[in-house]
């Protein structure tokens, strides 16, 4: 009900019917899982010519192709998976669909007016997206994204610890590292389900937020003193912030659990060589709740991509 209350506020502020300039304008998705379309179908729904590549055929308005470049013809928008594309320029796609890359195929194939929708992009796309004098937008990162869609990750990453430990959450010695959108609402799941939850941030204005929300907080300067306490350490943070020296201090049984993008914040090679056990839980969403996953998106992008559009026209 909630997604569904959050989208009736969008309609009566107005915001959702920016969408209605999408009629006529010819939209490319690309690759991606279920989520992808239900973006295809809400992009139909409001008037756009929808033509999907690397993805299932679903009975209804969508247009599936056969090649790249046949998506891609006259589209004034590629829309590609939230997953985002690698650092080899590699699309996420289902198993059962052809492997999808970024290739000079692609790149040809763009008009320089083109808008590029990811939800990550490498350094690589991103220095081909200005030569070519594309736009882009990274999706993932926009706030009414990435804080609803968090909510899936944080309880696809309490089920994997449900299933991994051995023992309850409750009670359990739990670590939080980070405290952003991901990290908040994580840390309050896990601590609403009677986790001991510490919260690992720098920030003072982030400790004091974990304080108040009743959970212990340190800092990652003093991370490698209380980790020995870690039934579960959970990590949000995209950069390197469980090393080698600090997954040595945790003890023997403890769990990891990094939902940082690739490449995330664990040494797993160091985690794997200490006998610890770590996972890289990348696409949460998508596959614990991907109904809900995709409505998040479906509720959202059409509206961004009418508003990306209509500032070129402006």
């Known amino acids: 009900m909630g997604i569904y209350y959050w989208r009736q506020e969008r309609v009566w502020r107005g ?22 379309l239900s973006v295809a179908e809400a992009l139909a729904a409001e008037g756009a010519l929808v033509a999907t590549y690397g993805l299932p055929s679903r009975p209804g308005v969508l247009r599936p192709v ?12 590629v829309v590609l998976p939230i997953s985002g594309v690698s650092s080899e320029g590699r699309v996420t796609t289902l198993p059962s669909q052809p492997p999808i890359r970024l ?16 939800g990550s992009l490498p350094e690589e796309a991103k220095r081909r997206i200005a030569e070519g004098g594309h736009r882009f937008v990274e999706y993932a990162e926009i706030d009414e994204i990435a804080i609803l869609n968090s909510i899936p990750t944080a309880e696809g990453a309490l089920q994997l610890a449900m299933e991994a430990l051995p023992i309850t959450i409750h009670g359990a010695c739990v670590f939080i590292l980070g405290f952003g959108r991901v990290g908040l609402t994580t840390a309050r799941l896990f601590h609403a389900v009677g986790a001991e939850t510490w919260v690992v941030a ?3 204005a982030l400790l004091a937020r974990a304080y108040e929300m009743g959970c212990r907080a340190v800092t990652f300067a003093g991370l490698a003193k209380e980790i020995h306490r870690a039934d579960l350490v959970v990590n949000t943070v995209p950069a390197r912030v ?13 769990y990891i659990i990094d939902l940082a993008s690739a490449p995330g914040g664990v040494d797993f090679q160091a985690a794997q060589d200490l006998g610890r056990r770590a996972v890289h839980a990348l696409g949460l969403p998508g596959r614990v709740a991907p109904e809900t996953a995709g409505r998040i998106l479906s509720n959202t992008l059409p509206a961004l991509i009418a508003g990306e559009l209509a500032k070129k026209e402006g």
Not at 66 to 77: G, K, P
């Open 15 to 36: 915001v959702a019917l920016m969408a209605s300039s999408l009629a006529g304008a010819r939209v490319a998705v690309i690759g991606g899982d279920s989520r992808q």
């Open 66 to 77: 056969s090649t790249l470049r046949a998506a891609m013809e006259e589209a004034v928008a």
């Open 103 to 118: 290739e000079e195929e692609f790149w040809q194939n763009l008009s320089s007016s083109t808008l590029i929708l990811a």
């Open 202 to 204: 720098d920030r003072p």
């Open 242 to 254: 469980l090393s080698a020296e600090t997954i040595a201090l945790t003890k023997p049984g403890v």
